[in-house]
């Protein structure tokens, strides 16, 4: 009987203390490297796990990651996502708390701003506010970059509103543009600085959000 009491009291102890894992809900269009690599990063953290993958292109790379990583995928209509619920009864009922765009082209419904206003990032493989806005999403962003002769280039990971790369800044990095670089060898090297940086940010996001 005393070691059941002790027990019962343990265990409602460590609830209190534990904070319940986050579930994190991905957006991306295409291949997904991102999005794998958060993946592979939460599997060893407490703090939250990769829950949803959603996705506006039945032929995204990403959804094969969601396979491969027993990930539940949803799949979104153009008509339901700007003209209907925007798919939050969805997140809603997957318990979603966190939402992280990785390379997702849609804009955000306010729908889905309202839901989880500051619990929704986007990472953009620029140094916003330069070369952001409508239409400034991979290579294109990199054309730009090396077009204006600029020397530096990096990431910006933002807080996301219902405007595009316009919601407030959270973390910048930056690394060197050189005279011979090409979209692909610049889209690389930001590449490697989203893979190191961006889940990082992200834990740190949500333990602060949610301790
Ligand atoms: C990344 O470069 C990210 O900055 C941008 O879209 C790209 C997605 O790449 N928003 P991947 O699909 O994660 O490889």
């Not at 999005?35 to 094969?64: E, H, R, S, W």
């Not at 493989?125 to 952001?132: V, Y």
């Not at 407030?168 to 011979?180: D, S």
């Amino acid at each position: 009987m005393f070691k059941l009491g002790a027990f019962l009291i343990s265990y409602f102890a460590c609830l209190m203390i534990i904070p319940p894992t986050k579930k994190i809900a991905i957006f991306a269009s295409g291949t997904g490297t991102n999005a794998d690599n958060i993946i592979q990063y939460f599997k060893q953290k407490k703090t939250a796990t990769v829950a949803l993958i959603v996705c506006n292109n039945p032929q995204a790379g990403v959804l094969k990651i969601a396979d491969i990583n027993n990930i539940a995928s949803l799949i979104i209509q153009k008509e339901k996502f700007f003209k209907g619920s925007a798919y939050v009864p969805e997140l809603r009922n997957t318990e979603i708390d966190f939402i992280v765009l990785a390379g997702f082209l849609w804009k955000i419904p306010t729908l889905i701003i309202n839901e989880y206003r500051d619990n929704i990032i986007n990472i953009h493989p620029a140094l916003l506010p330069k070369f952001g806005g409508k239409g400034m999403y991979g290579n294109s962003v990199h054309e730009a970059v090396l077009s204006a002769k600029e020397k530096e280039s990096g990431i910006t990971i933002h807080f996301v509103d219902e405007f595009y790369d316009n919601g407030k800044t959270i973390f910048q990095t930056t690394c060197p543009v050189y005279e011979n670089d090409t979209t692909e060898t610049l889209a690389k090297r930001i590449h490697e600085l989203e893979y190191k940086y961006f889940p990082k940010v992200i834990e740190e996001l949500i333990e602060k959000k949610h301790s």
